[in-house]
């Protein structure tokens, strides 16, 4: 795991392998970006003439890397694109984030870093940071030979003495959300084989008695003798048995609740309704809204906010067998409901239902469920944006705007209520599948049955931008990414300085 530091040592004189600065595009020519002011010097002020003679344009995503002049105890000077220069000197988070996640990428293997990046604020230091360790990440837990894959050693940003006391506050809090979604990301690369309902609620215990939370398992025993229908309906096809498991963080001085909801399930073949080929090869990637308010929960504890956040995580594989449940069979549900099961690939729903309905006993302020839950979510905002749904307009706009300022990309979307007419069934209260078009909001509109009346509540499909398949970019590395911990994380900041409003 890579180490980060905050140091505010000259950058001369500073020992590292390298040294990283920030250079962007500017009216005319190159500008580098502050924060670079001893580099630039022992360049004797040439630095951004000479990138530029290289062909170096400060583009988002650009690295390059020089030898270190003398004056300079780096060996190796890496220029890192941040875009379109900021007049103001004061970059965007998420520019500073990218850079900051493809320096580190770069410099893979590479013993010690400094960062001479723009990081005069907290905001600033909290992004650098953030986008350092995530770009920093590597899942390496199976590979017998990691050449070429090691993360860099040690992360040091550099400041000044007058402004060290924000960069160190904005550094602690990237360190915490940065690795505990690093933990995310492990959780949802690990494959199915190790990671199955019993072993993830294993390190959910593992991280409760960690960090000093309440965390408590429903195994198939209980799950039965409290009938929850729903996880076991979906997991009753596999050797594999389902969990519910509750992990909360509670504070004293709370005002509100929130509560977390996960899907989680551990490998998705589609049951019965089996997937084709080329469908199920990172199927293990199923459980990511449960790894991300895993994440998320305990990334709240770590952080001491002042509100109670309860995450509910849904724990089952889909498989096909004997036992498995078959199309037009119907399901009771945990409170009573029953739900005829037209398609047992739509099996996320069933599990967030009843872990919905169990969470809204405890009656929280706002349920917030996330799920990798439709491949028509995916097919409407595509592979880096998720949708977020409510039937309170003004909740969903809350969630959709921490969603930004989390610095990931989220779209609100409907509950068209024409839609709704389609999930009806002859035989149960609801079927679990209905019209074709707009499939991602006829799911929305599936759980928003299951949501206690007078329940302030949002739903956030991260089917897209879950797990990655294609090159590494910026601070996002290939498989799972965490979508969706970031959000969540700055949601309950909202609800615990009072800027959540909930009806």
Same mark, same amino acid.
């Given at each position: 795991m890579t180490a980060l530091t905050v140091s505010t040592s000259p950058a001369a004189s500073l *020992?590292?392998? &390298?040294? +990283? !600065?920030? @250079?962007? =595009?500017g009216p005319q020519d190159l500008v580098v970006a502050p924060g670079a002011e001893a580099v630039t010097e022992a360049f004797d002020g040439a630095l951004a003439e000479i990138l530029g003679d290289l062909g170096v344009t400060g583009a988002e995503g650009e690295v390059v890397k020089l030898p270190a002049p003398t004056g300079l105890e780096a060996r190796v000077v890496v220029a890192v694109g941040l875009g379109t220069a900021a007049e103001d000197g004061a970059y965007d988070a998420e520019a500073l984030r990218r850079a900051a996640g493809a320096a580190a990428r770069a410099l893979s293997g590479t013993g010690v870093a400094a960062l001479a990046l723009p990081v005069g604020t907290a905001e600033a230091a909290e992004a650098v940071t953030l986008g350092g360790l995530l770009g920093a990440y590597a899942f390496t837990a199976y590979r017998t030979a990691v050449d070429g894959m090691a993360s860099v050693g040690t992360l040091v940003i550099l400041t000044n003495p007058a402004e060290r006391k924000d960069v160190e506050a904005g550094a602690q809090r990237g360190i915490v959300i940065g690795q505990e979604l690093n933990r995310s990301r492990d959780l949802i690369n690990m494959p199915a084989n190790d990671l199955n309902p019993e072993s993830f609620a294993d390190a959910i215990r593992a991280a409760g008695k960690e960090y000093g939370l309440d965390v408590e398992v429903l195994d198939e025993e209980a799950l039965a003798r409290e009938a929850f229908g729903g996880i076991l309906g979906v997991g009753r096809g596999s050797v594999n048995p389902p969990r519910l498991v509750r992990i909360a963080h509670t504070h004293p001085d709370a005002r509100t609740s929130l509560a977390f909801v996960g899907k989680g399930i551990t490998y998705? &073949?589609? /049951? !019965? &309704?089996?997937? %084709? +080929? /080329?469908?199920n090869e990172i199927m293990k990637r199923d459980m990511s809204g449960a790894a991300a308010v895993t994440a998320a929960v305990v990334a709240a504890a770590r952080l001491d906010l002042r509100v109670d956040v309860t995450g509910w995580l849904a724990l089952a594989e889909n498989m096909p067998s004997g036992s498995a449940t078959r199309p037009g069979d119907v399901l009771r549900m945990y409170g009573g409901k029953t739900v005829e099961v037209l398609n047992t690939d739509a099996e996320g729903r069933l599990v967030l239902a009843d872990?919905? +309905? *169990?969470?809204? =006993? =405890? *009656? %929280?302020?706002? !349920? +917030?469920? @996330?799920?990798?839950l439709t491949a028509a979510m995916k097919m409407a905002l595509g592979h880096r944006i998720f949708g977020v749904m409510s039937d309170d307009d003004a909740f969903r706009d809350q969630v959709v705007d921490a969603a930004r300022r989390g610095g990931e990309q989220a779209w609100p979307m409907p509950l068209p209520a024409d839609l709704r007419r389609s999930l009806d069934s002859p035989v149960a209260d609801i079927a679990n599948t209905g019209e074709r078009m707009g499939g991602g909001l006829v799911a929305g509109l599936f759980l928003k049955e299951f949501v206690p009346d007078g329940t302030t509540w949002a739903h956030l499909d991260i089917a897209g931008p879950a797990f990655h398949e294609g090159d590494p970019y910026g601070y996002t590395a290939k498989g799972g990414t965490g979508a969706a911990v970031r959000s969540l994380v700055r949601l309950a900041e909202d609800a615990?300085?009072?800027r959540l409003r909930v009806t």
């Open positions: *020992r590292a392998d &390298s040294i +990283v !600065i920030g @250079v962007a =595009e998705d &073949s589609g /049951g !019965i &309704s089996l997937k %084709p +080929v /080329g469908s872990a919905i +309905v *169990r969470a809204g =006993e =405890e *009656r %929280p302020d706002a !349920i +917030v469920d @996330v799920a990798t615990a300085a009072g």
